[in-house]
């Protein structure tokens, strides 16, 4: 198993994420999955880690775990990801603050942890899943705290290109 390619997925329990899985599975990875209702896999080829993403200790768990199992990680893909549309000066602090978590500080923590072990191997791939309403606002959907963390995170791509491209890890 640790010659076979390795992804962590996050928000992989639903929807998008849980696509990915299936079509990671089918091109031959191993998965490490995380949401926050995941249950335990069955599967020898996913390991499935519970947890909150926007906590510090749950981006440990997943590196560290999912690194001791298959030995490697070639790709992160950050989907774990809330939307809440309302119009802005109804958002309440609760709003903000689970947006904020999810969508930023779980970016931050894992990415920071997959970057460590990308930059031992010399290479990896990091996909970071947002909005197309952080660059193309829809009239009659309000989206600001959207707009807000995923704009962020489309803005944080870019700059970790730059950044760690020339290392092998675009």
């Known amino acids: 198993m640790a ?12 929807g998008i994420g849980a696509s990915l899985v299936s ?3 089918e091109a031959g990875f191993n998965i490490v999955a995380n949401s926050r209702s995941i249950g335990i896999s069955t599967n020898p080829s996913i ?15 997943i590196m560290s775990e999912g690194v001791e199992k298959f030995g490697r990680l070639d790709t992160l ?18 709003d903000y603050d689970s947006m904020l978590s999810t969508n930023i500080a ?8 997959a970057v460590e072990v990308m930059e031992r191997q010399g290479w990896g791939h990091i996909i970071n899943i947002t909005t197309t309403a ?3 606002p829809i009239g009659g959907s309000p989206a ?16 970790l290109a730059i950044e760690y491209g020339p290392r092998g890890i675009p």
């Open 3 to 14: 010659n076979e390619k390795v992804a962590v997925i996050t928000g992989a329990s639903r």
């Open 23 to 25: 079509a990671y599975r």
């Open 47 to 61: 390991v499935n880690i519970p947890g909150d993403i926007g906590q510090a200790e749950t981006a440990r768990r």
């Open 77 to 94: 893909v950050n989907n774990a990801g809330i939307f809440i549309s309302k119009p802005f000066t109804q958002y309440t602090q609760a």
């Open 106 to 113: 779980g970016f931050f923590y894992l990415t920071q942890r």
């Open 134 to 136: 952080a660059e193309q």
């Open 144 to 159: 600001l705290l959207a707009s807000l963390t995923k704009g962020g995170l489309n803005a944080a791509t870019k700059a």
